[in-house]
């Protein structure tokens, strides 16, 4: 091989190797802007998570209040049996009331009696 030959030679072989570099960096650069995008892409995901997660307990223990607020009123109400003694003692006392309406009839009758005898 003369001198031409492997300049030529060293000259296509530099071609080469750039080309090979280049290649190389434009990979590892496609590479890296993939790492970044997928780091950034699970860091909001992260942050989206705990938003949701933070809102979702604060929810749940709204309801928890919610619930036990509703558990303290249906404990403070009259039960069936209270209902019903209810209800027996106004029967009992519409029974007396309508007795007492009568004794007064009896009553405003025996004074009219008496006021028209005299």
Known sequence: ??????????????????AA?????YMNK???????SIEKLEAQTKDAIDKLDSHVNQRFQDKCKRLNTLEA???SMPTKADII???ERLDDMGKDSHSMILMLGEISGQVKQINKER
């Open 1 to 18: 091989m003369d001198y031409e030959q492997v300049k030529m030679a060293l000259a296509i072989l530099n071609m080469l190797v750039s």
């Open 21 to 25: 570099v280049w290649l190389f960096v």
């Open 30 to 36: 496609r590479q890296q802007a993939s790492i970044e």
């Open 73 to 75: 009123q249906v404990s």
């Open 85 to 87: 003694r209810i209800h």
